[in-house]
């Protein structure tokens, strides 16, 4: 069986990703990160552990000792992912979701809080591929998603560091995967639309309204729906690489 870390998975999509991880079966080891709230993350700890009880039949059947460990520290730092690897040892697949969006104008944008976005969004991305991509390459089996989002494609007004940010983790994304399927390892990216999550609770009722009344699918994704893609795409087939793949309910 395989191994999974998760990076932002105390709330939101990362904690719907972690859960939908768990009820799959395919993962003996979960290791879930957040860079702050440790209660969070020690609550989604708790929700997968349930699910390990209340599927013990069945795991037991094809898991060994099925666990799910915790790690608060910033993968935007190089010291901690490395840190990390060196308690926790290779994974099988990795999803990047850790990320930062700070509303308002480029122009009132500072410098720290640009040069934030970019190391929470995209550097993290850089340290946790370049620390755990060699066990994969050496095992020649892997697999990594990267959270990106349809702002990365299409650019959005009054977010325009995520967006670039986003680009990138498009490009990377791609790059990486030619560099890395001649060893076996799939690199794809998840665009999504916008998800009923905290990184959205500044909208108004009005503001979704109008977002919906543009989503030909009729409404806001949960975070559910968004995790349950996530796992699906780490079960495609290995030919399946270098994929940016939308989650937006037809939107952009």
Same mark, same amino acid.
């Given at each position: 069986?395989? $191994? +999974? !870390?998760?990076? #932002?998975?105390? %709330? =939101?999509?990362?904690? $719907?990703?972690?859960?939908?991880?768990? %009820? $799959? =079966? *395919?993962? *003996? %080891?979960? +290791?879930?990160? &957040?860079? /702050?709230n440790i209660s969070l993350l020690d609550s989604v700890q708790k929700e997968i552990r349930k699910i390990f009880d209340e599927n013990l039949h069945y795991y037991n059947n094809v898991l060994t000792d099925p666990l799910c460990l915790t790690s608060v520290g910033d993968v935007g730092d190089l010291s901690y992912v490395e840190t990390l690897h060196t308690e926790i040892g290779r994974v099988e697949h990795l999803v990047n979701n850790s990320a930062l969006s700070i509303t308002g104008l480029l122009t009132d944008m500072t410098p720290s809080e640009w040069d934030l976005i970019v190391k929470t969004n995209l550097t993290s991305i850089y340290n946790t591929c370049h620390t755990f991509a060699p066990d994969m390459i050496k095992e020649?089996?892997? /697999?990594?998603? *990267? +959270?990106? $989002?349809?702002? #990365? +494609?299409?650019?959005?007004? &009054? @977010?325009?560091?995520y967006s670039a940010t986003k680009g990138a983790v498009n490009a990377f994304t791609k790059a990486l995967a030619k560099e890395l399927a001649p060893n076996n390892i799939q690199v794809n990216a998840a665009a999504l639309g916008i998800a009923d999550t905290d990184m959205n609770s500044h909208l108004t009722l009005e503001d979704k309204s109008d977002i919906i009344e543009d989503i030909p699918a009729g409404y806001i994704m949960s975070?559910? @729906?968004? #995790? %349950?893609?996530?796992? /699906? !795409? !780490?079960?495609?087939?290995?030919?399946?690489?270098?994929?940016?793949?939308? !989650?937006?309910? #037809?939107?952009?």
């Open positions: 069986m395989k $191994s +999974i !870390l998760i990076t #932002g998975a105390s %709330r =939101g999509i990362g904690r $719907s990703i972690a859960l939908e991880a768990a %009820r $799959s =079966g *395919n993962y *003996n %080891r979960i +290791i879930i990160n &957040c860079h /702050k020649r089996h892997g /697999k990594i998603i *990267n +959270i990106s $989002s349809v702002w #990365g +494609i299409v650019g959005a007004s &009054c @977010e325009v560091a975070p559910d @729906e968004a #995790g %349950r893609a996530v796992i /699906k !795409l !780490l079960e495609m087939p290995d030919y399946f690489t270098g994929e940016i793949i939308k !989650l937006d309910g #037809g939107w952009q």
